[in-house]
C-alpha cells in the first residue's frame, strides 16, 4: 500500500504540471455553431453556393434531362434564398461569406472529376438537400434570432420539394 502512494503522487505531480499547457498553446477556433447566427448565415449560404454552382456544372455537362430540369430550378430556388438570406443577414450586421465551406468545395472538387457526372450530381443533391432540410429545420425551432428563423422556416418547404423532386 505504501508503495502505492509515490506513484499516486507522482502521476497527480504529473497532471498538474501538464494542467497548465494549455497556456502554451492557442486555443483551437471554436466550431462553427449552426444554432448561432453567424454559423447558420455561412453554412446556409455556403450551400446555397454549391446548389448553385453544380447545378451550373449540371446545365454543361447533363446526359439526363430529368437531372437538367433539377438544375435549372437548382439555380433559380437557391439564387432566391441566398438573395433572401443575404438581405436578412445584411439588416442584421451579420457578414455573408463569399466563399463556400471546405466540405462543399470538396464535393464540387469530386464532381467535377467524376466519370459519372449525372450520378455523381444527383447523389450530391440527395445529401446536401439533407444535410440543408436538417440545417433549415434545426435553426428554425432552435435558432438564436428570430428573423432568421423565419426564413428558415419558410426555406424548409422549398428544400422538402427538392428532395421530393429528386427522389422521382
Known sequence: MRALIPLSFLAALGGLSLAGCDT???????????LRAPGFVALAASSDMFEIESSRMELQRAQDPMLRMHAELMIR?????SAQLSAAAQSLGIPVPSQMQPM???MLDALSRSPN???TYRQ???SSHQQALNLMSNYARHGDVPQLRGLAAATVPVIR????????
Open 77 to 81: 430556388d437557391h439564387t432566391n434564398t
Open 124 to 126: 450530391q443533391q440527395l
Open 104 to 106: 462543399h468545395l470538396s
Open 24 to 34: 502554451l498553446m492557442p486555443p483551437a477556433a471554436p466550431a462553427m455553431n449552426p
Open 161 to 168: 420539394s427538392h428532395l421530393d423532386h429528386l427522389r422521382m
Open 117 to 119: 457526372f449525372d450520378a
